[in-house]
């Protein structure tokens, strides 16, 4: 039976120089059985393994390998090439080609086609077990998730060269289950604010005319596994009503948000993401920017190695997570050494010593002014309309009074735009 997410599907398969590049034959075979149309790219190492005719006479069209042939698919550049698909798999995708990805290199067609594509990657890693579990790897791994990458597998089993553990390449048909995951949500990536259509520019009136604005907001959401995460309870009431209120000053401002019910704030680029390294990723692609606020509730760890699958109640008791420091990202803006925004300023939710630890956090993050909010108290901070501030800054201490969280992001943005006058 043909499926209908698959059936309408433009799959590109890069593939990538290792020994399970023939289970990527079959991968689309299996593609092509539920209707999915395959384009096929082959870097060099990946011919070493597996002819392209097998990819052309399974796929039904030619496959491509070559940057600059002029006789591959003439007429269609490598551009055109990477944005025709729905998605982009990659599998085998091998160390090599992960470290490539993960440092932007463009130096042959695959690689190149990964960089200028505008659709989503889902990699299906294969690799020898220490390769995989290598630092180096891993991190190329972290990147490509903040970055917006998609895995599937490696899995645990005997390796190619006798070993045994994690590095085997994902069966092709959990491959294919990975892929109508990844069709199931939108697999276009949108372009960072200021290209291209510009929600959010700045206004020729208000006191932040002609200023850009980078604002973080709501909670972030670290996966354990497909259905479960570690998050926290902020709306995104604060941060949104910041992003409206540099907005209505005139600013073109960037929100870069967690997962909220809030609607978006008119005429203020918005960009989703759900994690802490999506959402340092999305304020590195937003910057430059004059003024950053974060008034977002970012985990400050994720889980190690979140589960592909549900994790299930074996009888074996609970299991325990393995958990890694988030970056954090307020401390990353607030001490670049080229293009730091003329501003930067931080909350911090407290529940106790309020002052002292702003106070501390504005010295050890770097930040020039701190908005501390209690959270102890049931009706502070998280989530109600209302917040209560104290402004901690290298000048002094404010309390403000209570307020509502509308009023508050007001008066931040007035405050925020006399700083910027005077320098900072
Ligand atoms: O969203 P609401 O329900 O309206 O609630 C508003 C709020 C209480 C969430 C908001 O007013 C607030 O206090 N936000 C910051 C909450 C917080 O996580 O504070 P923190 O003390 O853990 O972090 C200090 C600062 O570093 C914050 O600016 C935070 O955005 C930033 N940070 C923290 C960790 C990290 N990994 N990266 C960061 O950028």
Redesign the pocket.
Known sequence: MIEPTLARARILLIVGGGVAAYKALDLVRRLRERGASVRVAMTAAAREFVTPLSFEALSGQPVRFDLFALTEDSGMGHIEFSREADLVVVAPATANLLARMAQGLADDLATTTLLATDKRALLAPAMNLRMWLHPATQRNVATLRGDGALFVGPDDGEMACGEYGPGRMAEPLAIVAAIERALQEPTAIPLPPGVGARPGKAQTSGVLAGRRVVV???PTQEPIDPVRYLGN???????HAIAAAARAAGAETILVSGPTGLPDPPDVAVVRIET?LEMQAAVRAALPADIFI???????WRVDRASEQKLKKRGAGAPTLTLTE??????EVATLRKGRPSLVI?????TENLVDNARR?LAR?GCDLI?A?S?AAKDG???GPD?QATIVSHDGVEAWPRMA?TELASALIALAAKRLEKGR
Do not use: M, W, Y
Request: hydrophobic share 40%.
């Open positions: 973080t907001s709501g309870r902020s709306s995104g009431r604060q941060g802490a974060a008034a977002a509730a970012v985990a400050d988030n970056p954090d990202i307020l401390a931080g909350f911090a939710a407290e956090k993050k908005v909010n959270v901070g998280f989530g917040n969280k």
